[in-house]
């Protein structure tokens, strides 16, 4: 017989205290019972927690038994079609409405897996919910590899919690300063998901004259922010990430007329698909408002960070069916390559890219080198020509991109789609908004400003989840007109 | 056609906007119409409350069609009993495992009635809660003119919402004092619940030196504490209120040793059945104690609201089957008057009572003439040879009364089972506790202390839910000795 490993032991002890805790003959669970488990979890290595979390999902579930025999006392009390006009409610009538109700109480109570009522007293303790949701981020990547359904419904009810635990009632507003702990703005940087800081230096800049860092905190996790944001206050709508987090000379406060968000941040893996930041933001830009007065214009400086993931792929086929018909001419073709065959350039564009980048090459292909320039080195960018040349076709792209690209009725790009459902509206496109070399792999370093106005945002939302309508600026909208020509 | 009234058409335009609010296309309810909704609702009087929360609870329910479907679902992938033994997951029982989680999942959202979406939503609005709040009293009110399943489904519904929103981890504790709004402190006065507070001064008194009070407020109630509680610091465990309400000079606090919950008071109509006193006393007990490291002793001064309500009706009944066998022998009683007949006093206790009282009348009955003091003008305790006499059985009938008498497994008394159920013992029994008209009427006077010890709560919580014992110290467990005597 093999020797027992020490996180089977572990896992054994587990098993035991999940019992012990569920199993207790009242409903309130002892503190000592539940701190052991916690304790117990954080000694399993990776494997011990996925099968910990494996038992947790399919041996704590539901009273089968219990909810079948509710199910059919309720199919038993359903009115008889044949009483159906009869509408007095009879003595026995009105007993059996009140056995509905109780049973549809009994119901929704026997429904819920033990696993949930695990899950609540755990967050009655003081340190609970930190602890919970540091366990859904294990379930998470446990279930990346191991795709359960046992283990995506026991990731459903906890993350439903989240929902009702973390609701905006609940979740405190800070303003992060300098004279925060060092602990904490150690955090920040750790967390800070948009653009990186490098050191607590850095971080001082982002918090001095004409910044501002919020975050959202929940009494039951001190010290843990849960999603911050960073703001600039600036003399017009900010273009460029580079005069933000570069520029030298702050401006005064007092001047300021524009409030930019800059950079958002959720801080727990286990916090995934719970949205804190539409709160965040609206919350934020309320107190500005409230501040200062003399701010009018609140718009986010936001990348786009599935645009080049999008385009790529679009210039891959386009260059391969138009290498496929050199000549144009579709009468041979098959209909399949028609369908696919997409204009992605207009003429014009087509012309000055080879103009400007064709060389003495007569056939070359306007789509290729598009397809080149943005898989390349990005020396393009430095030269104010070039960068010139496939700006028109790339804003212009990037434009049909967020407004026209859905998936299943939303935006495409998961940034707009915050956004816009957030009521917000597509309002500009900056060129080299983000010179990085993330911000030209991810966009060509294009920036959107997507727009706040608190008083809009619910008729924007509405028509985005109704009719799924992105609204935009006319100066984006011109875009997308048929007749557009660019000038630069 | 009679003309219609304006509620009426009120209530017609709150029923639309519940419509409206509830059969939105999409999931999030616009804030305005439900913003307009509460405006209309709390325009209704009595009858057009009692009328809407009617059409709330019949109308706005669960999708019966709906629920019933995903029963026979359900039922439908149970298992086969013949294939039990078969243990192996093949991939279509996989399939069933996955459709039964799945169908698990939307029967729980299923039967979700739509009033509580509803409330879901009123509960992000600002303001939303105290409205909701406020509307569930008006609810508890109608519930007792119309007791109907459906009103009392609401209600649990309405209830466990509460439970969830208001877990302590949400609630903020505040300590009130005189720096706090007089708008605050005018609702302190107002809310009282234990010991009525004549003005603002006389609560001035309560929060001075030797005097601490908290209360738990909500962030979605700002300024609206839920639940408050009042403390003395005292040199010993307190033993009347007298001695708390009225003492001229107050103790340092430096010679403090015990701290004295006197009241708690819960504010919220609509909050019935939440308890938040629970939280309140150990979290004010852990402050304290880290605060003040000289507190060793911490004790409740609580009335006992059931012990006269207990004792007169035996006393009545009493009376009436020692009146039918005037001569003591029981050889021809029925059976049934020798069931009932219960040895209230102790025969010195008899004595004593009848050597004080009873004159020069031969058939003079301790019964009738201890119930004859309680339920007079209570002249006898201001003799204190009088009040000496039934001292010993009155306190003994009330160890007995908080100790043994229990309805359903709990304690009969609901202040003695809310406190042992948090884990306090009953501690000592305080002749001439409260003397106060209410006092005398309630218990003779008697107030009880309960002992919080904290590293012993959840022991002795446990002991109570499992075993039913309700713990107590050896002085009060005395008084239920066979060979109790008593000495003044």
Chains 1, 2 share one sequence.
Request: contains cysteine.
């Amino acid at each position: 017989m093999l020797p027992v490993l020490p996180w089977q032991m572990i896992l054994k002890r587990v098993q035991q205290l999940m019992y012990e805790a569920i199993h207790m003959k009242n409903t309130d669970m002892p503190d000592k019972t539940l701190g052991l488990l916690r304790q117990e979890y954080l000694k399993l290595d990776w494997e011990g927690r996925s099968r910990a979390l494996l038992v947790l999902s399919t041996e704590f579930g539901i009273d089968n038994a219990r909810v079948v025999n509710l199910m059919r006392h309720y199919l038993s009390l359903q009115p008889d079609d044949s009483k159906r006009e009869i509408q007095k409610l009879e003595d026995s009538e009105r007993g059996v409405l009140a056995a509905r109700y109780r049973t549809e109480h009994d119901l929704r109570s026997a429904l819920v897996p033990l696993s949930s009522r695990l899950f609540e007293h755990m967050n009655g303790q003081v340190g609970g919910l930190k602890f919970l949701v540091d366990l859904r981020a294990d379930l998470i990547s446990v279930i990346k590899q191991q795709n359960l359904a046992s283990l995506r419904a026991l990731d459903a009810n906890l993350k439903g919690m989240f929902s009702t635990w973390l609701g905006p009632a609940c979740l405190e507003l800070h303003q992060i300063t300098w004279e925060d702990s060092a602990s904490l703005l150690e955090k920040i940087v750790g967390y800070e998901a948009v653009h990186p800081i490098s050191n607590l230096y850095d971080l001082k800049r982002r918090l001095g004259v004409g910044r501002r860092c919020y975050g959202y905190f929940h009494p039951a996790m001190p010290g843990e922010p849960l999603v911050f944001i960073e703001v600039a206050l600036t003399k017009d709508m900010g273009a460029s990430i580079q005069e933000v987090l570069f520029d030298e000379v702050p401006l005064p406060e007092s001047e300021a007329t524009a409030a930019l968000f800059y950079s958002i941040s959720s801080t727990q893996p286990g916090l995934k698909g719970i949205d804190l930041g539409n709160f965040l933001i609206k919350r934020v830009a309320r107190l500005l408002q409230q501040e200062m007065s003399q701010l009018q214009v609140f718009t986010t400086l936001s990348p786009i960070p599935g645009f080049l993931k999008w385009l790529i792929p679009k210039l891959v086929s386009a260059c391969k069916s138009s290498n496929v018909n050199p000549s144009g001419n579709s009468v041979d073709d098959t209909a399949a390559s028609n369908v696919f065959k997409e204009e992605l350039l207009h003429k014009s564009e087509e012309r000055a890219i080879l103009e400007v980048f064709g060389g003495d090459n007569k056939d070359a292909n306007p789509l290729e080198i598009l397809l080149r320039l943005l898989t390349s080195d990005q020396e393009w960018v430095k030269t104010e020509k070039l960068a010139d040349t496939v700006r028109p076709c790339l804003m212009r792209l990037c434009a049909r991109y967020l407004l026209r690209e859905k998936k299943r009725g939303k935006a495409l790009d998961p940034v707009t789609n915050f956004h816009v459902r957030n009521g917000a509206i597509v309002e500009r496109l900056n060129w080299m908004g983000n010179r990085s070399t993330k911000g030209l792999q991810e966009s060509a370093g294009i920036m959107v400003n997507y727009l706040y106005r608190l008083e809009k945002v619910e008729e924007i939302n509405q028509a985005y989840l109704n009719q799924g309508e992105i609204r935009a600026s006319p100066a984006v909208e011109e875009y997308l007109q048929p007749n557009y020509r660019a000038c630069i």
